[in-house]
């Protein structure tokens, strides 16, 4: 199986930034697709990020492109999520996930982390 366990969440002012991590435990990080998601209070899970096993291809929903960056390095068997221009609607609790394929991804990850906080203040 697949342990994963996100880092970095904390308190941040609008417009600055803040860098998740996300370790995962298991025979094969490389092979899998990994991703982020989040759900901010009272509101249904959202998809934010993924990336394919080899790091080559992302994807991003339309709230957090062209702010959030994942990236991943596979020797450190570990995604990251850099957040920049931070905004108050960004605040939720963000998830790590991964599948099989970055569709699944987005789509229904078999693999969940517990989450991290991240609160933006303004």
């Known amino acids: 199986q697949v342990q994963l366990v996100e880092s970095g969440g904390g308190l941040v002012q609008a417009g600055g930034s803040l860098r998740l991590s996300c370790a995962a435990s298991?025979?094969?990080?490389?092979?899998?697709?990994m991703g982020w998601f989040r759900q901010a209070p009272g509101k249904e899970r959202e998809f934010v990020a993924a990336i394919n096993w080899s790091g080559t291809s992302t994807l991003y929903s339309d709230s957090v492109k062209g702010r959030f960056t994942i990236s991943r390095d596979n020797a450190k068997n570990t995604v990251y999520l850099q957040m920049n221009t931070l905004k108050p609607e960004d605040t939720a609790v963000y998830y790590c996930?991964?599948?099989?394929?970055?569709?699944?991804?987005?789509?229904?990850?078999?693999?969940w982390g517990q989450g991290t906080q991240v609160t933006v203040s303004s």
């Open positions: 996930a991964a599948g099989r394929s970055t569709a699944q991804v987005t789509r229904d990850p078999p693999y």
């Open positions: 298991g025979r094969a990080f490389s092979i899998y697709a």
